[in-house]
């Protein structure tokens, strides 16, 4: 089917927008595109969200994560309110943290979409502006699991706006054993997937395998758990391994992989592409991994605020998630998705949502005084590696 062209003005070149697809990567250390999928045939509505004097502004500045959003959800966001939006794309949470500090308030950006992570470095540098939640009535729609977390436990200056987790996925025809943990995945990728294991490009990810299996905090900063955390990484791991990739889907569409440290709408990606993928099992190992959240925002400044509480509040509606979910491959974190999801008859759905128990489990990434010892421990593995 063929889409038509959205009313949206992309500020990035859509050849590099792709390349910067949001979960290429969680760190921003080399991007891999996503290719989302499309959308089709739908019907975007809206709820809409009062402006605070009555009027929104005319114009909307987005500055997210490259091909992050449904164009046709934006568009119908303009064609609602009759609000222009201009849409450009950074490629980290660095990038957009150094360009909202530089800027000191005067970026002309509206709404950013920053990772629930970096949500305290940037609210120390005050970068971004609270919300007010009384615009933004969709927000009752949030699932309670991502309302209140611990980077802004009163959602002041936070929406949910995109979640997922990280696992690993392998290929039962080369590996023909049930694989449940991170332990098994060391192990696994020392014997029958050794020379065919793929690390995600990422230190903190990459840390956390080790961090896992030994059963301690994914965010510990004790120096002694992470350098027994380096011993796993840098002399059991990093000899056995291939590559570091940023994106799961593109080493198992390649095919000389058969052991892939993953995002999990990476893996569904995958599986939704590779010739075989019956061939493919994707795992939520024990005990913990990641749950990370990016999240939506006010940068400190934004000449359109009422536009910004607007956009937000109609990005999160329970009338586009679907659609959202359909295009980014990630779930929104509104309720009831799920079954949304299953009406909509989208596939792999057991990969987009995992079960409570496993939420129940997962430990969100933080920013510590560590993360350099994590960066070491990642550099050390890829020269192990040859990388």
Not at 134 to 158: A, G, M, R, V
Not at 168 to 173: G, I, L
Not at 242 to 262: D, E, P, R, V
């Amino acid at each position: 089917m063929t889409r038509t062209r959205p009313d949206v003005t992309f500020l990035a070149p859509r050849a590099a927008s792709a390349r910067l697809s949001r979960r290429a990567l969680l760190a921003g250390f080399g991007v891999v595109g996503l290719g989302a999928l499309s959308a089709c045939g739908k019907t975007t509505k809206m709820a809409a969200s009062p402006p605070a004097d009555g009027e929104l502004e005319s114009k909307l500045n987005l500055y997210s994560w490259g091909d992050y959003d449904a164009p046709e959800i934006i568009d119908a966001f303009k064609s609602k309110f009759d609000v222009l939006v201009q849409v450009d794309s950074y490629g980290s949470n660095e990038e957009l943290a150094a360009k909202l500090s530089t800027s000191r308030g005067t970026s002309g950006y509206d709404v950013v979409v920053p990772t629930g992570s970096n949500v305290p470095q940037m609210l120390e540098h005050d970068l971004l502006q609270e919300l007010d939640l009384s615009l933004i009535p969709n927000f009752e729609h949030i699932d309670d699991n991502f309302k209140n977390q611990y980077f802004d436990p009163e959602n002041t200056y936070t929406v949910c706006k995109a979640w997922g987790t990280t696992g690993f996925v392998y290929n039962t025809k080369k590996i023909d054993r049930d694989l449940t943990s991170w332990q098994d995945f060391v192990d696994t990728a020392q014997k029958e997937a050794a020379g065919t294991t793929a690390l995600l490009e990422d230190p903190w990810e990459v840390a956390a395998i080790a961090l896992a299996a030994m059963g301690v905090s994914l965010n510990t900063e004790d120096e002694g758990e992470l350098d027994e955390a380096r011993k796993i990484i840098v002399d059991q791991l990093a000899p056995n391994i291939k590559a570091y990739i940023g994106n799961a889907a593109t080493g198992m569409i390649q095919g000389s992989f058969t052991l892939l440290h993953a995002f999990n709408g990476d893996a569904r990606q995958g599986l939704t592409e590779v010739k075989d993928p019956e061939s493919w099992k994707f795992v939520f190992p024990t005990p913990s991994a990641n749950l990370w959240t990016d999240t939506w925002a006010i940068a400190t400044g934004a000449p359109h605020p009422d536009s910004a509480h607007a956009f937000i509040n109609h990005m999160i509606s329970p009338d586009t998630a679907v659609e959202q979910l359909d295009y980014i491959g990630y779930p929104i974190g509104t309720k009831g998705l799920a079954e949304q999801a299953k009406k909509a008859e989208l596939d792999e759905q057991d990969l987009i949502f995992p079960a409570q128990e496993v939420l129940d489990r997962l430990e969100p990434s933080k920013k510590t005084p560590a993360d350099q010892i994590r960066t070491e421990i990642y550099a050390d593995a890829q020269a192990r590696s040859g990388a």
